[in-house]
């Protein structure tokens, strides 16, 4: 490709809102353009780096066996309703009517469709298993998009979907994805762990998240380093230390006056005590939606954890069973019962949600808030003065006792590159995808569903690799191969050598354009191909051209007569 001809521009500005450097750089080297909040167009560059990163993709989607198909985004309502996610799904999907006023929505993810694909081609236990893939364009109308392509509304996703006879199938072709998205991100030349994480909105008990750590990721991943237990924070366990049991009697509960102690510190200064005594509460409005005709109910939700720990809300929210949550207002958590700053679950009204942590229902003689302005209630017990579901529903930090080994744990930031899910008969149960088996016996299918962004795949790349000059994308995902760079006033030589590259088979990006030397060279840093040959005067006398190697800087000389040879073993080597 000649950069004269090239349908993109560089930059030398940074674009405003740009608040990671692979974004900044991604739109200065004219590899995307923004077109609205989280709405992207994939400018020649970028566009065949996905194409490379597709093609790896699709090299160990074939090796599983996979075939590969193509699904439409725009969906019939009707499917989604067999699930009953078209309601409980919350505004990030997208619903409208078309004109004859059927429902349908944009697809954020394709489970509905390919269920409704495998229920007319399965019939028997002779069908299975099997497995499809696709790479293509999904909708998800996110209300914070950010960092460029890490968290956008419309996106490239390869998805694919496993159907399987029994639970050892699906354990099998889960497994095959596993160990493939490991060898898909090496080869890309991505880092990533892959951690436990929660199934969220779809579904299943089994999944895990392939992570990319950064410090611009918004996932927080708990780590030990001492034996490898590895989750998202959503999900994460810790070792709670609690009283033996029997250790203190239960006191009878007492009511103080606690005047200005509204948070825990608060309390604890005034009452001399450490929070670990202590009772906090969390009041959350979680939103109810009915699967058959989507009719919405608000029940106000009451968490509990021990004063010296922290809820995570996507635990409450699971445990609760809810489609969405949001902090509850002052008149809300008035209107149960309860009084904000001094409140907790003794007393609430009927119809309220109590969530209580597994701390609280192991803790004895707890001091809680007794929903009186200015009051405590000294000695309460899980049980006794009050009652709930029990689950987990603790945040787990940084220093806390890993679960398995008790070891401190470990916290950072990760950017989500991919996620597995073994998804069950969550969704052959719900739209009816049944087989016959060997007895004659019909049953559902087993289910498993696996997706990698695309997009965000690239932009993690362009956060891994870039100095303060630009992007330096590994050879395999770069755009070209090499950068052929003429000096030269006269274009014959230059022309010349970039058809004898372009016959022997190298992807070249030629800087054909009459600007100087210093525009050039800042220009091919900024876009980062692995490989630089310029052609200068001094060098092409000397039957010379000369090599930089963008990662490490390094710059030597080919002989112009062996170019061919030369280049081929030096691309070589660097492949390794």
């Known amino acids: 490709m000649r950069m004269s001809n090239m349908f993109s521009k560089t930059l030398r500005e940074a674009p405003s809102g740009a608040d990671c450097k692979g974004y900044e750089y991604l739109v200065r080297a004219g590899f995307i353009n923004q077109l609205s909040a989280g709405i992207f167009s994939l400018l020649p560059l970028g566009f ?15 090796a599983l066996g996979a075939e590969e198909i193509q699904m439409p985004v725009v969906n019939s309502a009707d499917i989604w309703k067999e699930t009953g996610r078209f309601y409980s799904i919350d505004r990030e999907m997208t619903r409208f009517k078309d004109r004859k006023d059927s429902d349908m929505c944009l697809a954020m993810t ?57 639970q050892a199938g699906l354990e099998k072709v889960y497994k095959a994805h596993y160990d493939a998205y ?8 991505l880092p990533v762990v892959a951690v436990g994480s929660d199934s969220g909105m779809m579904g299943g008990k089994v999944s895990h998240e392939y992570m990319y750590l950064s410090p611009i990721g918004e996932d927080t991943i708990i780590t030990c380093p001492h034996c490898g237990y590895t989750a998202n924070r959503q999900v994460a366990k810790f070792k709670k230390e609690v009283a033996p049991e029997g250790k203190e009697e239960l006191k009878e509960k007492e009511l103080v006056e606690t005047p200005n102690a509204k948070t825990i510190d608060e309390l604890c200064s005034f009452l001399g005590i450490t929070a670990d005594k202590t009772a906090k509460a969390l009041f959350m409005v979680g939103t109810y939606i009915n699967d058959q005709n989507g009719e919405e109910v608000n029940r106000l939700i009451v968490g509990l954890v021990r004063g010296d720990m922290d809820i995570e809300e996507n635990k409450l929210q699971n445990a609760a069973r809810c489609s969405s949550m949001r902090p509850a207002q002052a008149e809300e958590i008035l209107e149960a019962g309860m009084v904000p700053g001094f409140g907790s679950a003794i007393g609430c009204k009927e119809g309220t949600v109590v969530i209580a942590d597994d701390s609280v229902v192991q803790s004895v003689n707890l001091v809680s808030g007794a929903n009186k302005e200015g009051f405590h209630y000294l000695n309460t017990n899980y049980g006794r003065d009050y009652s709930g579901v029990v689950a987990d529903i603790a945040q787990a930090k940084e220093g806390y006792k890993c679960p398995i080994c008790g070891e401190p744990l470990n916290a950072s930031k990760g950017v989500e590159v991919g996620n597995i899910f073994q998804l069950g008969t969550r969704y052959s149960e719900a739209m009816n995808c049944y087989y016959q088996d060997e007895k004659g016996e019909r049953k559902p299918v087993i289910m498993g569903s696996y997706g990698i962004g695309v997009g965000r795949l690239l932009a993690c790349l362009a956060e891994e690799y870039n100095d303060e000059n630009g992007l330096k994308l590994p050879l395999a995902v770069s755009p070209f191969e090499v950068h052929f760079v003429s000096l030269l006033k006269e274009t014959e030589v230059s022309d010349e050598i970039y058809s004898r590259l372009k016959n022997a088979g190298f992807d070249v990006l030629y800087d054909d354009r009459k600007e100087s030397a210093g525009v050039k060279f800042a220009d091919s840093d900024l876009i980062g191909i692995p490989v630089r040959l310029t052609l200068g005067n001094r060098a092409f006398k000397e039957g010379k051209i000369e090599v930089k190697v963008r990662d490490t800087g390094n710059v030597s000389f080919l002989s112009l007569e062996n170019l061919e040879v030369e280049l081929s073993a030096l691309l070589k080597e660097l492949r390794k």
């Not at 597709?54 to 160990?60: D, L, V």
């Not at 269920?115 to 236990?125: F, M, N, P």
């Not at 099997?130 to 956008?152: C, E, M, N, S």
Request: with cysteine; proline share 4%; hydrophobic share 30%.
């Open 110 to 166: 394709h489970e509905e469709c390919c269920t409704y694909l495998a229920r007319q081609v399965i019939d028997s236990y002779k069908r299975l298993p099997l497995l499809v893939y696709q790479i293509q364009t999904k909708w998800r109308d996110d209300p914070r998009p950010r960092a460029g392509l890490i968290r956008v509304r419309e996106f490239t996703m390869k998805d694919s979907y496993s159907f399987d006879k029994d």
């Open 182 to 189: 490991f060898r898909i991100y090496k080869r890309c030349g």
């Open 48 to 62: 065949k780096s996905v194409q490379k990163i597709t093609a790896i993709i699709r090299e160990e989607m074939n």
